[in-house]
């Protein structure tokens, strides 16, 4: 197995940190073992896809639906509320995201208003 295989399959190299991805089926981080996203995978996140919100949601859709089967798989009675989940999944970026932030009179942050 090559270098670049084992870091695609989770397996660090010795000597190297783990980086904050979920752990599947549980949908708990590698690093930390805190529900994912993490805090440091937030972060991460919100680094990588700078100036693409969309995509970030995008992804993160994906990975709330991976979820929701997964967790639902493991354990119908304990995968969570709706909400909850959403939140975890789809709510915190939308809480960072400046190009989503609506301001009082419902112009979305950033786009002028015509006069």
Not at 18 to 23: D, G, I, S
Not at 35 to 47: E, I, M, Q, T, V
Not at 49 to 77: E, K, M, T, W
Not at 78 to 83: H, I, K, Q, Y
Request: with cysteine; glycine share 10%.
């Amino acid at each position: 197995m090559t270098e670049d295989q084992r870091r695609i399959v989770g397996h660090p190299i010795a000597g190297e940190p783990v980086e904050h991805l979920p752990l599947r089926p549980l949908w708990l981080c590698r690093r930390c073992g805190q529900p994912w996203p993490c805090g440091a995978a937030k972060l991460a996140l919100l680094a990588e896809y700078q100036g693409s919100p969309v995509s970030l949601f995008l992804y993160l859709a994906g990975c709330l639906h991976d979820a929701i089967d997964d967790l639902h798989r493991l354990n119908r009675s304990e995968t969570g509320d709706a909400g909850d989940m959403f939140d975890r999944f789809l709510g915190w970026p939308a809480r960072h995201t400046r190009s989503y932030r609506v301001n009082a009179i419902g112009a979305t942050q950033g786009e002028e208003t015509a006069r």
